[in-house]
């Protein structure tokens, strides 16, 4: 694992819409297509939020009592609800996001918003692949169809516009890394997008998930770049100031923290650039009490590590951005309940 302290250098890489299911429940086999089925299938979910289905959904007798027996299949993080008998369409886009041709395949979700659709004989899975839902005034939900399991949701929308916005080749992206990116969007605590239509959903994901995707999505739409056009020895500084408050107590703390790295750039072939970490030095200060002029305590730290030189990737692309992936690590004090 690496030792580093600091590392700022991976800042670097650097109208509503409404959704309702017409016609019957359950999930039908796919249509449409030329040639017969490639015996490719794939599935998944369809959500959106609840208050939006309920306000142009009317439900059947039947349904309300179904709904008893077979709970949605809601995503809990967004506050979802499955879209029920909504016919899915499988299609190709455009680097706009508009259709290509005509509709590949067709099913429908059942009435727990599942869907299952064999793919046609010559389609493969690749980033302007899309399945879609639409709704009132031709508005939709759309997910890239780059993995076998392609859940449809105001995420997987977010994320094809996003990339729709950066400029990408959509038929150009390689299908592993739109994978692992929808994977990060995951990780992020997406509780705090939920809303009440899709119009405050995206909103929400912009504001939590937004700036993410716009490096992330810029860093793989593009080629790679010449990793041996920014090869050489850089420095990377941080500053960091902190502001410690309690609720029970009267006084506080404010410090400041500033952080030096040498670091060594090296071509490691096909847009991979080799960083070396060379050394690090810092400092870190504290002033604690009522105020800044009325402080009781003072603490003060410097450090240099000289260590053995520790070397990671980073990959280049043609737009020039330079992205570094790590491990998250974190450092708790169970004593004062301090992370």
Same mark, same amino acid.
């Given at each position: 694992m690496n030792n580093f302290k600091k590392l700022a250098l991976i800042a670097a890489i650097s109208g509503t819409v409404a959704l309702t299911g017409c016609g019957g429940g359950g999930s039908g086999g796919s249509s449409g297509g030329s040639g017969g089925d490639s015996g490719e299938t794939i599935s998944g979910t369809a959500t959106a939020p609840g208050g939006v289905i309920a306000l142009y959904e009317s439900q059947s007798l039947l349904q309300i009592a179904a709904n008893f027996v077979i709970p949605p299949a809601a995503a809990a993080d967004l506050g979802l609800d499955p879209v029920k008998g909504a016919e899915v369409q499988l299609i190709r886009v455009d680097d706009n996001g508009a259709m290509i041709g005509d509709v590949l395949a067709t099913t429908k979700t059942s009435i727990t918003g599942d869907y299952t659709l064999t793919l046609p004989a010559g389609v493969n899975l690749a980033g302007n692949l899309v399945v879609r839902i639409i709704g009132q005034n031709n508005n939709e939900l759309r997910a890239q169809v780059v993995d076998r399991s392609v859940d449809i949701n105001p995420v997987s929308e977010f994320v094809l516009r996003k990339f729709i916005e950066t400029g990408a080749d959509l038929d150009q992206l390689v299908v592993n890394d739109v994978v692992k990116l929808k994977g990060k969007v995951a990780?992020? !605590?997406?509780?705090?997008?939920?809303?009440?239509?899709?119009?405050?959903?995206?909103?929400?994901?912009?504001?939590?998930?937004?700036?993410?995707?716009?490096?992330?999505?810029?860093?793989? +739409?593009?080629?790679?770049?010449?990793?041996?056009?920014?090869?050489?020895?850089?420095? $990377?500084?941080?500053?960091?100031?902190?502001?410690?408050?309690?609720?029970? *107590?009267?006084?506080? +703390?404010?410090?400041? !923290?500033?952080?030096?790295?040498?670091?060594?750039?090296? !071509?490691?072939?096909?847009?991979?650039? $080799?960083?070396?970490?060379?050394?690090?030095?810092?400092?870190?200060?504290?002033?604690?009490?009522? +105020?800044?002029?009325?402080?009781?305590?003072?603490?003060?730290?410097?450090?240099?590590?000289?260590?053995?030189?520790?070397?990671?990737?980073?990959?280049?692309?043609?737009?020039?951005?330079?992205?570094?992936?790590?491990?998250?690590?974190?450092?708790? *004090?169970?004593?004062?309940?301090?992370?």
């Open positions: 990780e992020f !605590d997406l509780s705090k997008a939920a809303g009440a239509n899709l119009e405050q959903v995206f909103a929400n994901l912009a504001r939590e998930v937004g700036a993410f995707m716009e490096t992330a999505t810029a860093a793989i +739409s593009a080629p790679k770049g010449n990793a041996a056009s920014v090869a050489g020895n850089y420095f $990377n500084a941080a500053l960091g100031l902190e502001f410690h408050d309690s609720d029970n *107590d009267s006084w506080g +703390s404010f410090a400041n !923290d500033i952080w030096l790295g040498n670091f060594i750039f090296a !071509d490691g072939g096909n847009g991979v650039v $080799n960083l070396t970490m060379q050394s690090e030095e810092g400092g870190y200060g504290r002033l604690s009490g009522a +105020s800044v002029n009325d402080y009781n305590s003072i603490y003060y730290d410097i450090y240099t590590e000289d260590g053995e030189p520790e070397t990671f990737p980073g990959v280049l692309n043609a737009r020039g951005i330079l992205s570094v992936e790590g491990e998250f690590e974190e450092e708790l *004090d169970t004593e004062y309940e301090l992370g």
